[in-house]
């Protein structure tokens, strides 16, 4: 047996050891990240000199064959949410069902990868809203690209899924399909056919929109009203009682249970929500417990505890054969949403009525002139238009059909986008100058980014390093600040919706699904891009501006690694990737430590634990440690140099944009409705 000496020695010479092969580890990862570069970089020049050299026909042949590769992405809108009309349809909808049947529901609902995300109490009023329907044998259930709002759970029978003619699977008693068509307005992915009679459970859109607000806004509302009568909760803003209202979690004791005990040290706050406790003291060790009095639903304790360290000076027994249920929030919690001062604000709010610039208000469309088409899309196109008296004027111009903003029920998104962008003053979204109206039309005179689409760059490149990602965050970051500052949710980010100016700055444009909600607010209408829709919006649990942070951990992601964490065949599969949680996705090599840390803290579940929503807001992430050193005040003030410099040779190059062919588009139908009156 060694020495002790001979021991240290084998040992230090073992840590030695296990030191370089770290540092040959380390060594040969770098040397992999180089080699995965350069593939990338050769590939990228591969593609120039591909196009160069082929013939113009090839070129188009191949720049169509990558667009259909790496085609944008479209959001999805439900019709905007009305809660007092869709809580009135709520009320009708219960149906008296046998309790084998609610059992085979509920089951049904808590195997499927979407609906065994909702709350316990969403699922059982789901069940009892379900209603009979049958269907006899090689009857169409769902037919592929109708439009549906039903969702389904199998009690007896067997059907055949198939799409595009070819059967994907066969599905049998317990099983739910056709859940997409409860989130948004949209056309069935697949046909589904009865193989034999089937009976059925269903449910449609209104009736379970209407069960996801009620049970989470009324829950909602029914938590401030409790938060409003605690004394240290009273005077703060409302902003902040909501953000409280939200992390206030639920716990229930049974009668007899010690909630809390006499001498035990505490951080926690309880409201009770439900039934009824009781205070009881011992004086002495040797004494018996004595009551000191009851408490009830509104009542709270444990108050102090949020202040400080508290030793409980009583106990608090749960005192109802139903038992008890308290509404209960600790100390972390609440001092991480309470802020010392006021939340910083970068721009002032006071301006938010801006009249429109005195140099368009004698402009009129037939004074602008088309040169071509910038972008396309389902609403109808965006042209690069010159003035006619002056050619150097130049301008994007939006054109949306309004039979189609009316067929899709956008009428309520389109005069928010004209409201929101009219007011917008900031150098990191796109301006709105003016807008016209006709039978077939409506007009937005933009101003004009002729650096064209991040999403463009994105898609040549194939992803961006560091020190990129970090400057279009950095643009992002401004522009959010400036809404969120103003109450207003953006709810569509996406590399297609940042525009480069001719210095190379990032601006925000689209403003379809942008609202202003006010501060400590939420709104329900599901909308955005599959990939980048928050879980709260795919649950209908109500969002708000901590939707918007989620979307910005998203962007970094794409940006760093070409693609979003979260990805699926079909919008369905993608949302339930997405309520897996950002702790289930695998991160490259390439992403840093530091850009992973803010991702996941970016992309956090809960919206209240989102950095950036917390009492230092935006500021949060901008003093995360992956934004060190970065140049905030440069970026502000426009003097910070751009990673990638657009090439602009004139008013009118278009150069940066994909090229798209000239309108060939049938009239529209005349919208006469008159809806849009203040456009």
């Not at 449910?203 to 049970?215: E, G, N």
């Not at 599959?530 to 940006?559: Q, R």
């Amino acid at each position: 047996m060694g020495t002790l000496r001979d021991l240290q020695l084998a040992l230090r010479e073992k840590i030695e050891e296990l030191q370089q092969r770290d540092e040959l580890i380390d060594e040969l990862e770098e040397e992999l990240d180089e080699k995965d570069e350069m593939i990338q970089k050769l590939q990228n020049e591969l593609d120039k000199y591909r196009s160069v050299l082929k013939p113009a026909t090839q070129r188009v042949q191949k720049s169509v064959a990558i667009y259909k590769e790496r085609s944008k992405r479209y959001a999805i809108s439900a019709e905007p949410a009305n809660f007092p009309s869709v809580l009135a349809l709520y009320k009708t909808r219960r149906v008296p069902k046998r309790a084998a049947s609610k059992e085979l529901i509920r089951q049904a609902i808590l195997d499927n990868d979407f609906m065994k995300n909702l709350d316990t109490g969403q699922i059982r009023e789901l069940v009892d809203c379900m209603y009979p329907v049958e269907y006899r044998k090689d009857s169409v259930i769902i037919k592929e690209g109708d439009v549906g709002s039903l969702v389904y759970v199998m009690e007896d029978g067997k059907v055949d899924v198939l799409k595009d003619d070819q059967k994907l699977c066969t599905i049998g008693s317990g099983k739910v399909f056709g859940e997409l068509a409860i989130l948004y307005n949209c056309t069935r992915t697949a046909s589904v056919i009865a193989l034999t009679t089937c009976r059925l459970w269903a449910i449609d859109r209104p009736c379970f929109q209407s069960i996801m607000m009620r049970t989470g806004l009324l829950r909602h509302t029914e938590h401030m009203e409790f938060l409003r009568s605690v004394p240290t909760f009273k005077h703060l803003p409302e902003e902040t009682l909501s953000k409280i209202a939200d992390v206030l979690e639920e716990a229930h004791y049974n009668n007899g249970d010690y909630i809390i005990r006499q001498g035990a040290s505490g951080d926690t706050f309880f409201i009770i929500a439900k039934g009824k406790v009781k205070v009881t003291k011992r004086i002495s060790r040797s004494s018996d417990e004595q009551i000191i009095r009851y408490l009830q639903r509104g009542d709270f304790f444990g108050e102090q505890a949020l202040q400080g360290e508290d030793v409980r000076t009583a106990n608090i027994v749960a005192s109802d054969p139903a038992g008890v249920d308290c509404l209960v929030i600790d100390r972390d919690s609440y001092t991480q949403l309470i802020s010392n001062g006021e939340l910083s604000r970068v721009y002032d709010d006071e301006d938010s009525d801006h009249s429109m610039d005195p140099e368009f208000t004698q402009l009129t469309l037939s004074d602008l002139n088309i040169v071509s088409t910038l972008g396309v899309g389902g609403f109808g196109r965006v042209e690069l238009v010159q003035m006619s008296h002056d050619k150097k004027r130049t301008f994007a111009l939006k054109t949306m059909k309004k039979h189609h903003i009316v067929e899709t029920q956008q009428q309520e998104h389109i005069m928010n986008e004209k409201k929101i962008m009219s007011d917008a003053r900031c150098d990191f979204i796109v301006r709105l100058y003016r807008t016209f109206k006709d039978r077939k039309y409506l007009y937005m005179v933009l101003e004009l980014c002729l650096g064209g689409e991040l999403w463009t760059l994105l898609r040549d490149r194939g992803s961006f390093d560091d020190s990129t990602t970090r400057f279009y965050t950095g643009c992002v970051v401004e522009a959010f600040t400036y809404l969120h500052n103003k109450g207003v949710v953006y709810r569509d980010l996406k590399p297609e919706n940042l525009l480069l100016d001719s210095q190379g700055y990032a601006k925000l444009v689209d403003f379809g699904f942008a609202k202003k909600i006010g501060h400590g607010r939420k709104t329900w209408t599901f909308c955005g891009t599959p990939e980048y829709v928050a879980p709260e919006i795919i649950l209908n649990k109500g969002h708000d501006i901590a939707a918007d942070i989620w979307s910005l951990g998203i962007l970094m992601f794409e940006l760093l690694t070409g693609s979003p964490p979260f990805s699926g065949p079909d919008p369905m599969k993608t949302y339930n990737v997405i309520l897996k949680g950002i702790d289930a996705i695998d991160f490259p090599r390439k992403i840093t430590r530091n850009a992973q840390n803010v991702i996941k803290k970016l992309c956090r579940d809960n919206p209240t634990e989102r950095l950036g929503f917390g009492p230092g807001g935006i500021r949060e992430i901008q003093k995360h440690k992956w934004f060190e050193g970065f140049n905030w005040d440069g970026l502000r003030k426009r003097t910070l140099k751009t990673p990638i410099n657009p090439v602009v040779k004139s008013s009118i190059d278009t150069s940066n944009f994909d090229k798209y062919p000239a309108n060939q588009d049938e009239s529209p139908p005349d919208d006469l409705t008159g809806w849009d009156r203040e456009f």
